[in-house]
């Protein structure tokens, strides 16, 4: 029996698809930024709320510490992510707060992703409990949100009408750094 051609061919459409998507995302930029911006921001939290969602689902499956602890850390990754999506200037969701505020929350969930690579290839061989690294990254990430909102003494990363702070330029750096020591740590 011979297949009938499917019009686009499918490898037509493996090609496209993605590139329309760019295309799309790139007609978005040029149109309205903040749109761009949430549409980028809720992408990456998707993947990072899936990593999470597949794991938790399937923990009592397998035995994995090192995917257990990226996992639960990118729940957190993504929560700041949400709230730095939202705190973004022209959002309206903290009108009490200026551009500074989503430039802290960018950089406290950088902070947080780049140790939580460091950190997790050690337990590759160390045993963790789930709920405890659940409990432990909640409450370090609500001390880190109490910097921020109650407190306010985390340090300014962007002032209106300057621009960057040099602890938001040397925290990037840092940042940057970190992420290369955890891919050497990792290999």
Known sequence: ???KP???PKRLLKFLMPLLGLVGLYWISQ???LLF?????FFSILVAAGIFIVYWNSRT?????YLSFLSISYFFIALIDIIHTLAYKGMGVFPKFDANLPTQLWIVARYLESISLLIAPLFFSHKIKPER??????ILVAIALGTIFYWRIFPVCYI???GLTRFKVFSEYLISLILLLAIAHLV
Request: glycine fraction near 4%; avoid cysteine; aromatic fraction near 18%.
């Open 37 to 41: 911006h949430s549409v980028a921001e």
């Open 133 to 138: 690294v659940l409990h432990s990254f909640a």
């Open 160 to 162: 209106e009408g300057i």
């Open 61 to 65: 499956f397998y035995e994995n510490n």
């Open 1 to 3: 029996m011979i297949e």
């Open 6 to 8: 499917v019009f686009p």
């Open 31 to 33: 149109m309205n930024f």
